[in-house]
């Protein structure tokens, strides 16, 4: 009974993402304008992120310097900027998800895939968890009109995000956080 009811509600859940993929407003453009990384040291020996002169793509660098045996999850909340040149940002959501199952899941239409998808395209990334140590690379990553909620509003944004090891104490691996200039059509 258990069972049904959560996939009921998963069903729920994946009906509601379509919706709002499959709407007619779309992006325009994403512009990033900086980001700020940070790491640690005791699994990662560096980790940066390029932002094109175009400002439209990023490039990430990763070396872990271990192997991650467990299950490795991003936490990213995004926020927009209340006025303009401002410092202060209203939270729009946030995000709470394992990295190595919605790796392993592959395909879908959910929001973190088309990410995941975009992220992966130019990439020496595994798709499947444990990620062992080794020099990682993501490159050109840019928004697509599908990795951007409907719901979101012109404006300029920051996320927060931090990829962390919740079975090693919730150690993070990386800080992340992007400032960009999101347009819709
Ligand atoms: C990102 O990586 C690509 C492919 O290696 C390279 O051509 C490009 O110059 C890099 N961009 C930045 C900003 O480093
Ligand atoms: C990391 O994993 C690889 C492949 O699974 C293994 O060969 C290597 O010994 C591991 N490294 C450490 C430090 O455990
Ligand atoms: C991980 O990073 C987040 C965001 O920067 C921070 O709030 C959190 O305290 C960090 N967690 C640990 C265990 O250091």
Known sequence: MLAIRR??????????????L????????LLFRKTVTGYNR????LYEAAI???????NFTLNLARNITADIWLRATMG??????????????TYNVNLC???????????????LNNIMRQS??????????????????RSEKETIPRFIRSGSFRIDSNVYVRDWNGDNLTETTFYMDIQMK
């Open 52 to 58: 094109s002169e175009d400002r439209t793509t990023i």
């Open 7 to 20: 996939a009921f509600l998963l069903g729920l859940v994946l009906c509601s993402v379509c919706r709002f």
């Open 124 to 141: 020496n990334m595994p798709r499947s968890c444990p990620l062992k140590e080794g020099n990682y690379y993501m490159c050109n990553i």
């Open 80 to 93: 927009q900027r209340v006025s303009k040149g401002g410092d202060s940002y209203r939270d729009v959501f």
């Open 42 to 45: 005791k699994y990662v020996s």
């Open 101 to 115: 199952k919605v790796m392993g899941r592959g395909k879908g239409n959910s929001l973190i895939n088309f990410w």
């Open 22 to 29: 499959a709407g007619h407003k779309s992006l325009n453009f």
